[in-house]
């Protein structure tokens, strides 16, 4: 009888243990959740100087296509892709004599590809979720056709960001972020050399997103 009685309690223990791990990870599965987004946005560039060189970028405006995936209620990560005008003007950072038709400089016209992977951790707030992300990924800038002295240049490039979802209805929001990218400058020209030096990219955006 005895025994019996701890063998049903064991059992009894057994299933509740079992029970909650299952409800555990029902509840974290129902919590998982797919996106798809689609943003405009800025992208705001400083000069940089190095080699005998003044490097400037031109600011522009861009498009970002990205999917993404939170696994568990707080962890998840991205992948995106995104383009943008990415013209650049060399010259001589050294001084020189000029003409009268004024100093030697060469303007690069560019479009800048950028493929990232992101870690993103979030948290939901009844309509909103906050959100932070850090990742890696590939910037190719590509002058455009028809151009001489010139050549592609891909770097790799470093991601970091903030943004929030607000969810408008249960499957479609508005995604307001800003990211930052730093990488090393661009060599476009086959005339100058490229600085070398490390810059950074300003990117503000707003976007609307696809929940599934």
Known sequence: MF????????????WFVVSGL?????ATTARAQTDVAL????AFNGSTHGNGTEQSPSNAAGGMLELRHISNPLMGFDVTYSFNRANE????????????SGCPFAAVSANAHELTGDYVVSVK???LRP???GGLGVLLNEPVSGQSNTSSSTKPVVVYGAG????????LGLRL???????????????????GAFTHSAEPMVGAYFRF
């Open 89 to 100: 003007t060399y010259s001589s950072s050294a001084p020189l004599p000029c003409n009268p």
């Open 3 to 14: 025994t019996a009685m701890i063998k049903f309690e064991f059992t009894r223990s057994r």
């Open 164 to 171: 929030v979802d607000w969810g408008l209805v249960p499957h």
């Open 177 to 195: 972020q800003y990211r930052g990218n730093l990488y090393k400058a661009a060599d476009l020209s086959t005339v100058y050399k490229s600085t």
């Open 131 to 133: 959100f932070a992300l």
């Open 22 to 26: 299952l409800l555990v990870f029902v």
């Open 39 to 42: 943003s405009i946005y800025g």
């Open 125 to 127: 707030i009844a309509k």
